[in-house]
């Protein structure tokens, strides 16, 4: 079959990252092909300015190399611009004169530096600092002559400063206003970095309107309005960029300060994508790489058919990257009306923190010389928390708000799991810390390529050193492994959830097939977790593979270490009646059960049945009406019980009762994991619901539910969910959340680790939206119409007889 | 002829399963692989003794159910990096019926 036709201009940031995430998705949907203006590859743009200061070699910010394009089968053609689209024939043509037919066209042009057009400004020795010609120039420049001026003291324009005198220039810096970077810094903060700069001898003229450029063929001098006069064999300008999207609107498409486009980072021509720099959505022209490569994201989504994504915008952050100055920036860092501010100031240590408060929720931060918590602040200030509680030691940091702290290492490992370490990739602590842990990282290098944290703007380098540092040699893991699920494949357990599920794969021959097994039959760690995958996706369809599954849940008992098996049969929420009590006893005496234990789970366990006795043990236990509590299973254990309003003098609500209907909704349900799960009957939580995976505690006005916590190896206590009012409510969130469970989690991944790993508030978010919630309900509740047969039963009528019976031969 | 008992039908053996064949003095178990091919071990894991009849079975290879060591179907040893081996009997398929070698003469 013919392959879709995808073109790409512009060979830059957000192009190819957009690339590379269609990759990921639909690796085999388009024949691609890539127009760069430049004759390099894809490289880090951002690195440019550690390549002036002579940090790094041109080589070393490659992104993609010649040889990456080549293994994906993507044409690349370097140093030929396009110069037409035509929409209509639906094709390219570059300045070669070469013509190439697309499908779909994603557009990436990025920006151009501004050229303020005065008197002179095309005179040799002018440019911007916007890709390796221009950076090439300025060191051929800096190895000739002496003095250069940079026009604009904004980030870039500080970088290109900071390069040009470690290349042994005399640099003098011509700002507009009187305060540096005044985008992103306040006027204190912007004082302190202007003193560090001079300090480095770089010189400034504050204030200046630059008039014209003089010099006679190559530029001499720079003379502002003022009169003033400054030597210059180079200038360079840093007054900001214009997206470049002249390309576009000749084609027609619609742009305004850039080429529009729609959540979906659709054009007006809906075969047209457009990403980068050069787009403007929802009003705003983004200029650094996070909202960029959030936007990749969507366009891939877009691209794959997926059709899922929606770009919603980006709060930014920024940090310069001069080395040995920290420098923060995020969100309204200049107090508006009504608005409270925060300010920490030691000018002997060269510190200054101010933090912008509204309805005491951080809106923004200015950090300089100490910007360790940068990345909480901005956590705290796109979540959007109430710091009121710990509002007094706000500005000293997250460290404070537990121990004494121990420096830089104690205050990253206080960082949670959600906060973000590296923003130019979203690249948050827990998934970093994960891949450290289960792939084994030990280098910088290796955590750039598994996680691309610090592989852009390397800002983050130092933090995720730390992480690294506390990582590694920490043997403990408490989730499953993540990539790939076994041995026998290279696909994630993401990978093969979603494939299962967009392919319609429906036996586990077709999804080794489809994602190209190394074994015919697999092995005992992918087995199961397939078995699991396709009986959740295809209830009623799917048929359980007994061989699959692990002897406990074959069998239906927990084998012991002596081969024996113990018997745990339901007592819903914890009640019993004399008649369940007397068929315990009986069968105890029956099968001869060495000992009976009332285990954690408020039920009963009888140990040391012998395995062909199963069978006819469940047939007395069934006929007495109690059913298999799956003790041995990755399935729903117990739900515990206090004795609540109806009996305990504090109780509020009817804990016992609402545990029973719990049970009862949710027996039999196999899980990626074990799933217990708890309601107490007010706060003082007597059935300990906040350390199980879904936990109610009542009070007065309705049901707190709680999610993601567990007691074994690592104890953790839950995360509160919401507050409900109604019992309906209580089942109908708590069938969405194990649905959510079932759908997403890994196999062998507790709710606890889930949650971590894919943050709280994703689970919230689905949560709280009425329709997906009743969707995830509804598909919990049509997955237990096949799921809830007691197994007992099924073996007790002699499903699987052979398992329980051995061959008996007389001889030998 | 008298070397081999016939011990069970091989659809009495569940695909990528085992059965146990219990004589007087030994439990053996008796796998069947994805490809029909039959093996018989004593059912005995040489780590701590778990019942490998009771494992999942993939490949030629059995995961014994107490501590996932991997045991080779064929030759009864352990996978590396564990160490240790459980007895092999001969065992054979003819016609649909699954025959054991018998265990006297094997010991001889
Ligand atoms: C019977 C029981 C102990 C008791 O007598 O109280 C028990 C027994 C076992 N637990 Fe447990 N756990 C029992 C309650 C608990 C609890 C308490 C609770 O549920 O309130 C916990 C801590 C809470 C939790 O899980 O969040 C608990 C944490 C564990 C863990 C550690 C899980 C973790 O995430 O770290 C394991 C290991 C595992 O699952 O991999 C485990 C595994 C086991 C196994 C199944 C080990 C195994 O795989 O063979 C034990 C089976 C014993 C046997 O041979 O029958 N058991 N286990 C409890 C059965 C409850 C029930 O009625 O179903
Ligand atoms: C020196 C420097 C430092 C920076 N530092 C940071 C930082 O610390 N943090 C941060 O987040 N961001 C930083 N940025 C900004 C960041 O690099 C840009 O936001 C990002 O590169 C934009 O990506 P893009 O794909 O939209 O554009 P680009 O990366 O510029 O890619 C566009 C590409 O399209 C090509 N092109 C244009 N027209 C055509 C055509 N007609 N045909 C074919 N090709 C064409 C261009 O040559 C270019 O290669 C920095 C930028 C510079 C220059
Ligand atoms: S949790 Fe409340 S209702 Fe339950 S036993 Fe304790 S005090 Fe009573
Ligand atoms: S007894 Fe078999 S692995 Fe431990």
Redesign the pocket.
């Known amino acids: 079959m013919q392959r879709e036709r995808l073109v790409l201009i512009g060979n830059g940031m957000a192009g190819v990252r957009t690339v590379e995430e269609l990759l990921k998705l639909a690796p085999d949907l388009y024949d691609i092909t890539v127009f760069g203006a430049e004759p390099y590859p894809n490289y880090n743009r951002i690195m440019l300015s550690p390549v002036l200061a002579g940090e790094k070699a041109v080589d070393d910010i490659i992104l993609n190399g010649r040889d990456w394009y080549a293994e994906n089968a993507i044409t690349l053609k370097t140093a030929d611009p396009i110069v037409r689209i035509d929409r209509v024939a639906r094709k390219v043509i570059a300045a070669s004169g070469a013509e190439q037919p697309y499908d779909r066209l994603l557009i990436a042009t990025g920006s151009t530096p501004f050229i303020i057009p005065v008197p002179g400004h095309d005179k040799d020795g002018v440019i911007g600092f916007r890709d390796i010609a221009d950076v090439e120039k300025m060191l051929e420049t800096a190895g000739r002559f002496k003095n250069a001026v940079v026009i604009g003291g904004g980030l870039l324009g500080l970088e290109a400063a900071n390069g040009l005198i470690k290349n042994g220039m005399n640099v003098t810096v011509a700002h507009l206003l009187d305060s540096l970077m005044e985008r992103q810094l306040d006027k204190p903060a912007a004082a302190l970095l202007k003193a560090t700069l001079e300090s480095r001898g770089l010189n400034f003229r504050m204030g200046a309107q630059t008039a014209e450029i003089v010099g006679n063929g190559r530029v001499q001098a720079v003379r502002f309005a003022d009169g003033g006069t400054v030597d210059a064999d180079l200038v360079v300008m840093a007054v900001g960029i214009r997206p470049n999207f002249s390309l576009a609107r000749e084609a027609g498409i619609h742009c305004e300060r850039g080429i529009m486009v729609s959540d979906t980072m659709q054009t007006f021509d809906p075969r047209v994508y457009a990403v980068g720099e050069c787009v403007q959505h929802r009003g705003v022209c983004y200029g650094l790489v996070a909202p960029l490569f959030d936007q990749a994201k969507v366009a891939a989504n877009h691209l794959a058919n997926y059709g899922i994504a929606r770009y919603e915008g980006s709060v930014t952050s920024t940090k310069l990257k001069v080395t040995g100055i920290d420098l923060f920036s995020a969100g309204e860092f200049n107090e508006g009306e009504g608005d409270e501010t925060l300010v920490l100031q030691d000018p002997a240590a060269g510190i200054y923190k101010k933090l912008v408060l509204r309805d005491n929720r951080i809106k923004g931060a200015v950090m300089y010389g100490d910007t360790l918590d940068g990345a909480w602040y901005f956590q705290l200030l796109r979540e959007g928390t109430d710091v009121s509680a710990f509002r007094r030691t706000l500005l000293f940091g997250q460290h404070d708000l537990g121990d004494s702290g121990h420096g830089d290492a104690a205050r990253i490992a206080a960082l949670g799991p959600e906060a973000e370490i590296c923003g130019c990739n979203g690249v948050r602590k827990g998934q970093i810390v994960d891949a450290i842990v289960k792939k084994g990282l030990f280098t910088l290098e290796e955590v750039r390529a598994h996680t691309k944290a610090s592989s852009s703007c390397g800002s983050c380098t130092g933090l995720v050193e730390s992480l690294l540092a506390s990582t590694v040699g920490e043997g403990y893991s408490a989730a499953p492994s993540k990539k790939p699920l076994c041995g026998c494949a290279e696909h994630s357990h993401d990978e093969i959830i979603a494939g299962i599920k967009e392919h319609g794969l429906k036996t586990m021959a077709a999804v080794r097939r489809h994602f190209a097994w190394r074994t015919e039959d697999g092995c005992a760690r992918c087995r199961p977790a397939l078995n699991y995958y396709l009986l959740s996706r295809w209830p009623g369809e799917y048929r359980d593979d007994a061989q699959s599954r692990f002897i406990n849940e074959r069998a239906h008992g927990n084998i012991q270490r002596d081969g024996t098996y113990s018997v745990v049969p339901r007592m819903f929420g914890g009640l019993c009646t004399p008649s369940d009590l007397r068929a315990i006893a009986d069968a105890c005496d029956k099968y001869q059960v060495p000992e009976m234990k009332v285990t954690g789970g408020q039920r009963i366990d009888m140990f040391g049945v012998k395995k062909e006795d199963l069978p006819a043990m469940w047939k007395d236990l069934t006929e007495a009406g109690l059913v298999s509590g799956h003790a041995y299973g990755k399935a729903l254990r117990t739900v515990k019980t206090c004795a609540g309003k109806t009996w305990c003098r504090f109780g509020v609500q009817d804990s016992t009762g609402l545990g029973v209907k719990i049970e009862q909704m949710t027996w039999g349900s196999w899980m990626p994991h074990k799933f217990k799960a708890a309601v107490s009957g007010c706060p003082r939580n007597c059935a300990e619901a906040t350390i199980k995976d879904f936990g109610v505690v009542c009070v007065d006005s309705g049901y707190e539910l709680h999610i993601g916590g567990n007691g074994g190896i690592k104890v953790r206590v839950t995360d509160r969910l919401c507050k409900v009012e109604t019992e309906e409510q209580v089942l109908e969130y708590g069938a969405a959340f194990i649905q959510k469970y079932r759908e997403e989690a890994h196999y062998l991944e507790r709710t606890a680790p889930w949650v971590e790993r894919v943050g709280l508030q994703t689970i919230k978010d689905a949560l709280s939206d009425e329709a997906e919630r009743k969707a995830l309900a509804e598909r919990f509740l049509h997955s237990q119409t096949f799921a809830q047969i007691d197994p007992w039963k099924a073996r007790a009528d002699g499903a699987e007889a052979h398992e329980f019976r051995k061959i008996e031969i007389a001889v030998a | 002829m008298n070397d081999w008992i016939d011990i069970a039908a091989l659809s009495d053996i569940p695909r990528l399963g085992a059965r146990v064949v219990k004589t007087a003095t030994v439990e053996i178990a008796v796998f069947r692989t994805a490809q029909d091919t039959v093996f018989a071990l004593k059912d005995v894991?040489p780590?701590?003794?778990?019942p490998l009849s009771q494992g999942i079975v993939h490949g030629n290879t059995v995961t014994?159910p107490?501590?996932?060591?991997k045991i080779d179907l064929a030759s009864g040893e352990a996978n590396a990096p564990d160490e240790g081996c459980t007895r092999t009997y001969p065992i054979k398929v003819e016609n649909g019926r699954v025959y054991l070698g018998d265990a006297r003469r094997q010991a001889a």
Request: with cysteine; charged share 10%; net charge positive.
């Open positions: 894991c780590h701590r003794g778990g014994c107490l501590h996932n060591w």
